[in-house]
């Protein structure tokens, strides 16, 4: 199994086959929140090298997605903010207005139920921290 990670701005046409990844991760609520679904879309146009999907290039299929956003951050626990709504504003209204992020911060790993035995999660979180590093976020 050759699985690698790929960003939505390497090949967006692989977004295209993930249609119902989200429900089959998700609980209905779940997708219906109104300040991510103001954002959620706006994601992978704002930004797309954040975004990305976990492929198996020998079978061809996508196995899991992830979603981030870089902010800013000044290192408390305060700071994190109340929760995913607080931070999906504030890396776009950072971006907005042309600030400098200082942290790349996790929105979701979605895992379907029938990849969820493939140890998939520590390479989400590889991949992330290496995003994190490249945009020398840590």
């Known amino acids: 199994m050759a699985v690698v990670a790929l ?21 209905e609520y779940n997708l219906h929140g109104d300040v991510l679904n ?9 930004f797309p090298d954040y975004q990305f999907v976990l492929y198996d290039q020998d079978a061809d299929e996508v196995l899991a997605k992830a979603h981030t956003i870089p902010v800013a951050w000044d290192g408390t626990v305060e700071g994190l903010g109340s929760g995913i709504d607080a931070s999906i504003t504030a890396g776009f209204e950072l ?13 979701a790993a979605e895992i379907p139920p029938r990849n969820r035995d493939r140890r998939l999660a520590g390479v989400i979180l590889k991949y992330m921290a290496a995003l994190a590093r490249l945009a020398e976020f840590g």
């Open 7 to 27: 960003r939505f701005s390497d090949d967006p046409r692989l977004w295209e086959r993930i249609g119902g990844l989200s429900a089959e991760v998700w609980p």
């Open 38 to 46: 103001q954002f959620w879309s706006r994601l992978y146009e704002v």
């Open 95 to 107: 971006h907005a207005q042309g600030g400098m992020a200082s942290a790349l911060c996790v929105l």
